[in-house]
């Protein structure tokens, strides 16, 4: 149950990564940065990672560079402690 959980928060990282991206392109209503940020430090760095990478989005805003890796980090210790106990 625990591994669904941690894989469904980053499929919506993903997701909503890719929809922020999409939304960008064409002037729609944006997801707050904030949000994309907080889900990410909630469990979702990886597929906030992903979707930066695959979708080219936030790829050049520092903060995203620089927060996104250490909430992965994160991300895994806490996985960890989840997972093996």
């Not at 990564?17 to 990886?46: H, P, V």
Request: proline share 1%; hydrophobic share 50%.
């Amino acid at each position: 149950m625990k591994i669904i959980i941690i894989i469904g928060i980053n499929i919506l990282s993903f997701i909503l990564m890719g929809w922020d991206k999409y939304c960008a392109i064409k002037k729609l209503y944006r997801i707050s940065e904030t949000n994309l940020l907080g889900l990410s430090l909630l469990g979702g760095s990886i597929g906030t990672l992903l979707g930066m990478i695959i979708f080219h989005h936030k790829t050049k805003k520092k903060h995203f560079q620089i927060i996104i890796p250490l909430f992965l980090l994160i991300n895994i210790y806490i996985y960890t402690k989840i997972l093996l106990n």
